[in-house]
């Protein structure tokens, strides 16, 4: 007869160390996804903004300023605004870039970006 005593708990040791691991795992995936989801949005939220701001009777800022400030409030910083104020009544895009820095276990900082454009037709917003 051998003896056996003490290799559950090393095979127990070990299983939880896999599950520990992959615990881990799935938050630093978790935590990306969402840092994601609140990049794009941001990106999204600052780009409609920046892009009624182009028509300076539409808003009372420039469109930098509004892009960064609304990507701000949606806990995001502004990287990109290509965003040129017009006064034409030609439909124009804007595109924005907003990142979100997510501290990640094991990885440490990580900064994820979120991408976004909008179109505004001013003749649109006149009712014409």
């Given at each position: 007869?051998?003896?056996?005593?003490?290799?559950?708990?090393?095979?127990?040791?070990?299983?939880?160390a896999?599950?520990?691991?992959?615990g881990?795992?799935?938050?630093?995936?978790?935590?990306?996804?969402?840092?994601?989801?609140?990049?794009?949005?941001?990106?999204?939220?600052?780009a409609?903004?920046?892009?009624?701001?182009?028509?300076?009777?539409?808003?009372?800022?420039?469109?930098?300023?509004?892009?960064?400030?609304?990507?701000?409030?949606?806990?995001?910083?502004?990287?990109?605004c290509?965003?040129?104020?017009?006064?034409?009544?030609?439909?124009?895009?804007?595109?924005?870039?907003?990142?979100?820095?997510?501290?990640?276990?094991?990885?440490?900082?990580?900064?994820?970006?979120?991408?976004?454009?909008a179109?505004?037709?001013?003749?649109?917003?006149?009712?014409?």
């Open positions: 007869m051998t003896n056996d005593k003490g290799s559950m708990a090393v095979a127990l040791s070990g299983i939880t896999v599950v520990a691991v992959l881990v795992a799935i938050a630093a995936i978790g935590m990306l996804y969402g840092a994601r989801a609140q990049a794009t949005n941001a990106a999204d939220a600052a409609l903004a920046s892009a009624v701001a182009t028509y300076p009777p539409a808003a009372g800022t420039d469109p930098m300023t509004a892009a960064r400030e609304v990507a701000q409030l949606n806990g995001a910083i502004l990287i990109v290509r965003c040129v104020r017009d006064t034409s009544l030609a439909a124009r895009t804007v595109e924005v870039v907003a990142a979100v820095e997510v501290d990640v276990p094991i990885f440490g900082p990580v900064t994820v970006r979120g991408v976004s454009r179109e505004f037709e001013p003749i649109l917003w006149l009712g014409r």
